[in-house]
């Protein structure tokens, strides 16, 4: 029974986050009534105990984060520079691999800090106007975004500013850049199966006579671009070069400056306790806070005029983004540990536990956590702050080093994750004009060649004992 109320929990969740109702408000819920099923006597301690402290915990590491990202995101925006670079981009590699230089795109945009959601807005007027031209089926746009910004560069790529990322550094005390070697392979895996799919795709439909337009009307087309003045391709880079590599230096550097553990006193007045953290959990996420000012600070000043112009209204709007992006995220990570701390999670947590490879059970958790919650964040903050003990017990007993457990568990989270009720998955498909039966067949195909690359970065491991 106790196993029961926590699916009906968790099923309860998945279902109003894919009819559109907010997990800000049904978090507690489904959570709480979980509780009460369990021992109503429980439902204000875990709530005011748990779940808020839980939530709030979240926040204060990570909502800097977003917030940052979205302002640099926005930024890149109004200044025209993703502009240029998706027009330099498919300049270089020519309109007749529209899906590669999409991907490319993509690539560069989240892999400099973007968000994930910005890239929808910013790539698909190109991405329609060189389908177009390529008469390539419209509905294949969202699987050539998704392969391009929700894959290899979230989660995959060593150095990633993405939150799925990040998010191990503080469970596992790695940093970013964990586990490069195994994270170049998975990537280089999921490049090659993805555009092999999708190019697959896209030559059974040129057999079968089906051009851009496909049989559906065409909704929610963006105008042509009538090539306003944009900045030099090498100009609108450099604010995502600026993050990748300052992001990289303040790894290295933080633990110099700041030691093993951080320690000062709150007040001038009175005896308080002294605050200490640990720079080994903290120093990731300090890293990308500081690279990420870096790159708002370095398009503020290449792009002085436009940027002005737009901030006050920009920055609301990305303001507004970051708060719904990191209460949804905090949300599901109090809903998972209280989940967690019910007698039914114990089961789930049994039944995972019972896998007898550590990397295998850790993988399959996290995976099946993300597709659970439709988020690649969430699921992986609900599997860490559960098991993450039981991880690191395990990988140390059979000699795993922490980079690897970083890396599994971030690639594991941007598998399953992109069900039909994932936020990017409705964000793309809302934005394309396109729906569910028109195109997620490609994101899905995606979504699976992800998670195999998974298996395949562990595979590599073992086989290799690279990291």
């Known amino acids: 029974m106790s196993f029961l109320i926590v699916l009906a929990a968790l099923c309860f969740l998945m279902f109003v986050a894919y009819r559109g109702y907010s997990v800000i408000l049904f978090a507690p819920v489904a959570a709480l009534a979980a509780v009460v099923l369990t021992d109503p006597a429980l439902v204000q301690p875990m709530f005011t105990g748990l779940f808020m402290d839980k939530?709030?915990?979240?926040?204060?590491?990570?909502?800097?984060?977003?917030?940052?990202?979205?302002?640099?995101?926005?930024?890149?925006?109004?200044?025209?520079?993703s502009k240029s670079i998706v027009s330099a981009t498919i300049k270089l590699v020519g309109a007749q691999r529209a899906m590669l230089s999409i991907v490319i795109v993509c690539g560069l945009l989240t892999?400099?800090?973007?968000?994930?959601f910005v890239v929808v807005f910013a790539v698909y007027p190109f991405a329609a106007e060189l389908f177009r031209q390529s008469n390539i089926p419209k509905r294949l746009i969202p699987g050539t975004i998704a392969l391009g910004a929700f894959t290899f560069t979230m989660d995959a790529l060593p150095g990633s500013?993405?939150?799925?990322?990040?998010i191990p550094t503080s469970f596992f005390g790695t940093t970013s850049w964990a586990a490069p070697t195994l994270g170049v392979a998975g990537t280089v895996f999921i490049l090659i199966l993805g555009l092999s799919y999708l190019e697959w795709r896209r030559r059974a439909a040129l057999k079968a006579g089906e051009g851009y337009a496909g049989s559906d009307p065409l909704l929610n087309e963006p105008e042509a671009f009538r090539g306003e003045k944009l900045a030099h391709p090498a100009i609108a880079l450099l604010p995502l070069v600026l993050v990748g590599v300052s992001n990289y230096l303040f790894t290295v550097w933080m633990p110099g400056w700041y030691g093993t553990v951080t320690e000062f006193i709150p007040a001038v007045i009175g005896n308080p306790a002294p605050v200490v953290q640990e720079t080994s959990k903290l120093g990731a996420i300090w890293a990308v806070q500081a690279a990420l000012l870096v790159g708002i600070l370095s398009v503020i000043a290449l792009a002085w005029a436009p940027v002005v112009a737009a901030f006050a209204e920009g920055t609301k709007s990305a303001i507004g983004g970051a708060m719904l992006a990191s209460m949804n995220t905090a949300s599901e990570y109090g809903f998972g540990a209280v989940i967690a701390a019910l007698?039914?999670?114990?089961?789930?947590?049994?039944?995972?536990?019972?896998?007898?490879?550590?990397?295998i059970n850790e993988a399959i958790s996290v995976t099946a956590m993300a597709g659970i919650t439709g988020s690649a964040s969430g699921g992986m903050s609900i599997a860490l702050a559960a098991m993450a003990d039981s991880f690191i017990a395990n990988a140390q007993a059979a000699g795993i080093p922490m980079d690897v457990l970083h890396r599994v568990a971030a690639m594991a989270s941007g598998g399953m994750d992109t069900l039909p009720h994932n936020g990017a998955v409705i964000t793309v498909l809302a934005v394309t004009g396109l729906t569910h039966r028109q195109s997620y067949k490609d994101i899905f195909a995606i979504t699976v060649i992800k998670t195999l690359a998974v298996f395949f970065i562990i595979g590599v491991y073992y086989a290799t004992g690279l990291v």
């Open 55 to 81: 939530m709030v915990g979240f926040l204060k590491l990570y909502f800097p984060v977003f917030v940052l990202g979205a302002i640099f995101g926005k930024l890149i925006e109004i200044s025209g520079f």
């Open 111 to 116: 892999y400099g800090g973007v968000s994930l």
């Open 161 to 166: 500013p993405q939150i799925q990322n990040i």
């Open 343 to 359: 007698p039914g999670f114990l089961v789930v947590a049994n039944a995972l536990g019972s896998i007898p490879n550590p990397l």
